[in-house]
């Protein structure tokens, strides 16, 4: 498997634009994570969907922040407008439903986006 | 809510020595689950170890170990034999215990930057 493929690897956008991150989970996940990154708050939960539902939202900043899962292999994390405050690394992560065989939950990463708003 | 903390912002060890990561966390759930992922320059999210509380046995993986103790909520990792390519980001993370069909996200302390110097 290919693991949890995230696009674009950088943006760089201006403010005031529409940003549109994507996720590629693996197959047969069912769950899936965004994360982001900040120095001064460092690794957080925005959001996470079940079954292509979202179960979790509080972590999602503000109005400007919206996620969909239109079907089980693919995820947007759109930022609109974008502000320079939105600048960070934006992780997906998939998972299982529950532990694998080994006993315990696994949630497995992409390798992120990294997001500059000037 | 759950807490993880990582007293050490950054560490540095001579390649081929031992080195120890602390991680305390502060939570009021008896079963969880903790994990240590580490995150090298390309800035992957790449899971080191796991560990289910409600066992006893500290979780090994090669050269990596955890000294797990519950009742002090101490999750602390050993590097033995350190190799250059264990310098990254180190982050110890929570997450609540799950159903057998759940998930949860993970709740991620502020990391520890370790350099292995040749």
């Known amino acids: 498997d290919a693991g949890v493929i995230q696009s674009p690897r950088h943006e760089v956008t201006e403010m005031g634009q529409e940003v549109t991150l994507r996720c590629k989970p693996i197959?047969?996940?069912?769950?899936l994570f965004w994360y982001r990154q900040t120095m001064m708050r460092g690794l957080e939960l925005l959001i996470y969907?079940?079954?292509?539902?979202?179960?979790?939202d509080s972590g999602m900043p503000e109005d400007r922040f919206s996620a969909k899962m239109p079907n089980a292999s693919f995820s947007t994390l759109k930022i609109q407008p974008s502000e320079p405050r939105d600048s960070a690394v934006y992780f997906c992560?998939?998972?299982?439903?529950?532990?694998?065989?080994?006993?315990?939950?696994?949630?497995?990463f992409g390798a992120g986006t990294r997001l500059s708003v000037l | 809510a759950q807490t993880v903390t990582q007293s050490q912002p950054e560490m540095s060890v001579q390649e081929a020595e031992t080195v120890t990561l602390s991680c305390t966390y502060d939570?009021?759930?008896?079963?969880?689950?903790l994990f240590w992922y580490k995150q090298p320059p390309s800035r992957q999210m790449i899971l080191v170890i796991r560990?289910?509380?409600?066992?006893?046995q500290n979780a090994t993986e090669n050269r990596f170990s955890v000294n797990f103790q519950k009742a002090a909520k101490s999750f602390s990792l050993k590097i033995s034999d350190s190799q250059l390519g264990d310098t990254a980001m180190y982050f110890c993370a929570f997450m609540k215990h799950v159903s057998n069909f759940g998930n949860e996200k993970l709740t991620f302390g502020t990391g520890t930057r370790l350099t292995i110097i040749p």
């Open positions: 560990q289910e509380a409600y066992k006893q």
């Open positions: 197959s047969g996940h069912d769950y």
């Open positions: 992560a998939s998972s299982l439903a529950g532990p694998d065989g080994s006993g315990v939950v696994i949630q497995y």
């Open positions: 969907f079940n079954n292509n539902v979202p179960i979790d």
């Open positions: 939570t009021s759930e008896n079963n969880y689950y």
